[in-house]
């Protein structure tokens, strides 16, 4: 999708702009934390201390949540992100300490958007960021796994900003779903699974809207560690190499997968007996959880589904004296 008459540019300063929010993501950078994309529509009558109110939040994080200067410049049919409130630490039974680090960047392109019907909106397109992802304290083997995760975030969050100006350079901001200048954005929600002294076991659900694309594209993605030495776990390591559990494991998978909405024949595939299909994998004290590719099993309502598999199910395929076999 292509803003029509729009002539390819470079935007160095867009590119610094992306490089500057990439190393604002480190642990305390970020003071106000938000979620998105929550959004309030600005009414008749509205104030931004009004709103503010409402949602119990100060204006200070409204203002700084949408890139605003000026808390009395709002216009009816304005669309604002609702900053979320902070949460620093996560209370665990057991396990290290965590804490959530938070990246929300705002980044102004510039640029004039224009809207799915190729009309100019009334404002410059936007890229946002709102990545909240954990930290530990406690186990020796904490600056491996934190170090892990915050190269991952900063990867994902510098290949977004990279794609999405490039987009705009090449194109223009031009909107496919968004009427608000708002159609390009990128989200990561970690949760935590499972928490031990051993094993932490974490899933992400990536939310993002690109230029061109008329609704936002989902996924799960997962990082398991051994808290012994700070290695990520992979499937491969929870089961005995001698056994047939690849075939095991897509069993297991294939029939509670037919009993889910959304699914259709791609699971037979997606799901089937290859390895690769079971590396978005968590560990709970239920069972083993599995969430597939996007499009693997089924439609993108299948695209943040996750199925559980009672660890017993397996029982004769688990690795001796490996993880699961803890939880016995």
């Known amino acids: 999708m292509k803003v029509e008459g729009w002539v390819p540019?470079?935007?160095p300063d867009l590119r610094t702009a992306n490089a500057e929010c990439v190393e604002d993501a480190q642990p305390g950078s970020t003071q106000v934390i938000e979620e998105g994309p929550e959004t309030v529509t600005v009414e008749s009558g509205d104030t931004l201390g009004k709103i503010a109110?409402?949602?119990e939040r100060t204006v200070e994080q409204f203002l700084r949540a949408n890139g605003l200067s000026d808390p009395d410049m709002l216009k009816i049919g304005q669309v604002l992100?609702?900053?979320?409130?902070?949460?620093?630490?996560?209370?665990m039974p057991s396990g290290p300490i965590i804490r959530f680090e938070d990246l929300v960047c705002v980044i102004d392109t510039r640029v004039m958007a224009f809207g799915p019907d190729g009309?100019?909106?009334?404002?410059?397109?936007l890229i946002q960021v709102f990545v909240r992802w954990?930290?530990?304290?406690?186990?020796?083997?904490?600056?491996?796994v934190n170090g892990r995760l915050l190269g991952i975030t900063q990867g994902a969050v510098q290949k977004f900003l990279d794609d999405t100006t490039t987009a705009v350079e090449r194109n223009g901001y031009a909107c496919r779903e968004s009427t608000e200048g708002r159609c390009m954005w990128l989200q990561h929600q970690y949760e935590v699974l499972l928490s031990t002294d051993e094993v932490l076991s974490l899933r992400n659900t990536v939310r993002r809207l690109l230029?061109?694309?008329?609704?936002?594209?989902?996924?799960?993605?997962?990082?398991?560690f051994d808290l012994s030495t700070g290695q990520p776990v992979h499937v491969a390591d929870l089961f005995d190499p001698a056994t047939d559990w690849v075939s095991a494991v897509s069993t297991e998978a294939l029939t509670r997968l037919e009993l889910e909405p959304w699914t259709d024949q791609r699971r037979v595939i997606g799901a089937g007996a290859d390895a690769a299909n079971f590396e978005r994998f968590n560990l709970t004290n239920g069972g083993l959880v599995l969430s597939f590719a996007p499009l693997s099993v089924?439609?993108?309502?299948?695209?943040?589904?996750?199925?559980?598999?009672?660890?017993?199910?397996?029982?004769?395929?688990w690795a001796s004296g490996g993880v699961v076999r803890g939880f016995d």
Do not use: F, Q
């Not at 089924?298 to 395929?317: F, K, M, Q, R, V």
């Open 119 to 125: 009309a100019a909106l009334d404002r410059t397109g």
């Open 9 to 11: 540019v470079d935007l």
């Open 134 to 144: 954990p930290r530990i304290e406690g186990p020796r083997e904490s600056p491996k």
């Open 211 to 224: 230029p061109g694309v008329a609704g936002e594209l989902s996924e799960v993605l997962t990082e398991t």
């Open 298 to 317: 089924g439609g993108s309502g299948t695209n943040t589904l996750s199925i559980t598999i009672p660890y017993p199910a397996l029982d004769e395929y």
């Open 53 to 55: 109110k409402r949602y």
């Open 81 to 91: 992100l609702v900053p979320r409130e902070s949460s620093k630490e996560l209370a």
